[in-house]
């Protein structure tokens, strides 16, 4: 079955496990905001691996209408490898796997600890970059795929980078296609009598990102996107319980929906020990929901090796056009669902990261290739954080980065 974390709580663990990738070239030292970032490829192999775990409690499970447990566990497990293959290209690769276990999902049918309750889903990404260091250029191809029980998704996806003012201006285009399918699975009860027009899904993204060192201390950046996805928008094992009938129905939601988040980033390096991210968000789609996300980081350098990241997030959204609560629906309605992450909601996100990075790594030389290599140990990171929103979903999430180089 789909992984049956919300969208919000996907998103919320796919960007935890990015930013520990990224992490791994971060300097806390005002020395980071460097001159450029298209330079050349050295000869060095960079590889991380990261792991986390998530767990989730709350009483709004839309498998079965808006009431009932959304108890979930998650272990996810990635590895992500750039491999340059000279001076200006490189390739790399995004892969790994989501093991879940989900009291939600184990409701679609009658059967206690059946093959709802769990899943397994697989996911890898190539990608392909090259620089053009005369025009100061970066230029990046993607392809990717994930599989599920029930779900097939292949996405394809290309980069553009231009620097100039000496590397303290970047400006970013990318764009992203995702073509799903879904093997439709309904609601025990409703098997024989309901039907989708569609198993199929497209999503297309596009993202301008512009960034700008203003000062030795500060650095800002702005995001606008685009979002636009159609096809099988809803999904088929939710129900909906209606005011006026006996008979619940699936989730039915529009054909289309229109996404777009708008973000300005800013990093202030106060101290050389010390880094201020802040971060907002504002979002709108044509379901009808708004939202605002504030987040504030505060990574601190006790000392040469140690650095310790506390972080906040506030999070508010007003309620689907299509959204309402168990029951509270009527069955002349064209759309409805009663998935709280489509309600009105705030939440809180508290959290921490300690990073130990050795001032001159761990390093261990072997033949490789007929040629002495150094692998060396890079760093490791820990991060956990709460999460609690106000619909009464409460999660906690714990993650492990390491980061490894081959020389």
Known sequence: MRLQLSDMKKLELLLVLLCLALAGHAQTDSTALRKSSL?????????????????????NAAVTGGIGTEKLTDVS???????????????????????????????????????????????????????????????????????????????????YTK???????????VGQAFFDNWKLIYPIELRSSVELPSSQRQSFNGQLIFSQILTRRLQMSLSAEAVYMKGLLSTPFHR?????????????????????????????????????RSYYRYYQDDFGISGNT????????????????????????????????????????????????????????????????PFYGVARSRPFLSSQRVFMFKYIELRGAYYERSTGLKSFVGSLNLGFSLK
């Open 163 to 173: 620097e100039w003012n000496d590397g303290n201006t970047e400006f970013t285009a």
């Open 294 to 357: 504030a987040e504030l980081e505060l990574p601190l350098k006790v000392s040469q090796v140690i650095t310790l990241s506390p972080f906040y997030r506030y999070h508010t959204q007003t309620a689907s056009d299509y959204f309402a609560p168990y029951a509270q629906h009527l069955s002349s309605e064209e759309f409805y669902t009663s998935d709280y992450d489509l309600s009105a909601l705030s939440s809180h996100k508290y959290g921490m990261g300690v990073k130990y990075f």
């Open 240 to 276: 909906v319980y209606f005011a006026d009938a006996v008979t619940p129905d699936i989730e039915r939601l529009p054909s289309d929906r229109l996404k777009i988040p708008l973000s300005v980033r800013f990093n202030y390096y106060p101290f050389d020990f010390m880094v201020l």
């Open 39 to 59: 330079k050349k490829f050295t000869r060095e192999v960079e590889a991380n691996f990261l792991s986390s775990y998530y767990h989730q409690e709350g009483d």
């Open 77 to 159: 497990n990635v590895i992500i490898v750039n491999v340059p293959l000279d001076s200006i290209r490189s390739i790399g690769f995004y892969g790994g796997a989501d093991i879940y276990s989900s009291a939600s999902t184990d409701n679609i049918d009658n059967n206690v600890s059946s093959a709802s309750s769990s899943d397994l889903r697989s996911f890898a990404t190539f990608s392909y970059n090259r620089l053009n260091l005369q025009r100061n250029e970066r230029y990046g191809l993607r392809l990717g795929f994930s599989v599920e029980y029930d779900y097939t998704s292949f996405s394809l996806g290309g980069s």
